[in-house]
């Protein structure tokens, strides 16, 4: 059965103070993994997508990685405004995206 | 350049009583999805579209529920006799095949 996991729940971070979420899968025939940014209230953001092991993408102050059994978001000098609800979703070959609970991130000035 | 579009944001309804939400895609994406998401989780998938074909339903999806896009372009999806365990936020995405799912704001249904 597919399983995502993401870790921590909740993080709460001083402005500036970098760390990294993390997205721990089993997805059987894996076409990709999407990284959201959601909001309170809204629907998610699309952030990235990462397709094979090794690969790294970055935007402003998130970068993603991906390895075969799990992807990190980095987030390096945060600001208040990065306050939200990051969400990882590995998508299986029938083109559906399963999606973890999201990791719940408070930056604090 | 437009995203996703919900119609309507927010709907309260009695318990028994049909709805019907409609999404809007993004112009030329040709797939179509459907996601409910509840408090604290992340969204489930319930269905999706390749232009006017259903390709694929959740097991979410009971009878009371039915999508349509006819013509490929707009969804409608409607819950039939509606349950307060349906109280959910129900998100529709698209996507161009089968690159990146853009979100809509989604619609909120309460159900009391």
């Known amino acids: 059965e597919d399983q995502v996991t993401q870790s921590p729940e909740a993080l709460r971070l001083q402005e500036g103070e970098s760390s990294s979420l993390n997205c721990s899968y089993t997805?059987?025939?894996?076409?990709?993994l999407f990284w959201y940014r959601q909001d309170p209230g809204k629907g998610p953001e699309f952030l990235f997508t990462?397709?094979?092991a090794g690969e790294e993408k970055e935007k402003e102050r998130l970068k993603a990685t991906l390895t075969k059994k799990e992807s990190f978001l980095h987030i390096t000098a945060p600001k208040p405004e990065d306050s939200a609800t990051y969400l990882c979703a590995p998508k299986r070959d029938t083109d559906k995206l399963i999606f973890g609970t999201g990791t719940r991130l408070q930056v604090f000035p | 350049d437009t995203g996703v579009s919900q119609d309507p944001r927010h709907k309260i309804t009695k318990r028994g009583q049909n709805v019907t939400f409609r999404c809007d895609p993004i112009?030329?994406?040709?797939?179509l999805y459907w996601y409910r998401q509840t408090l604290g989780q992340g969204p489930e998938f319930l269905t999706y579209f390749q232009n006017e074909a259903q390709l694929e339903k959740s097991r979410l999806l009971s009878d009371r529920f039915s999508a349509e896009r006819p013509k490929g372009s707009f969804s409608t999806l409607e819950i039939q006799r509606t349950e307060q365990g349906d109280s959910a936020m129900y998100l529709c995405?698209?996507?161009?095949?089968?690159?990146?799912?853009?979100f809509g704001p989604g619609t909120r249904l309460t159900v009391t």
């Open positions: 112009s030329e994406h040709n797939r």
């Open positions: 990462l397709y094979s």
């Open positions: 997805v059987s025939g894996l076409r990709g």
């Open positions: 995405a698209s996507s161009l095949d089968i690159y990146e799912q853009y």
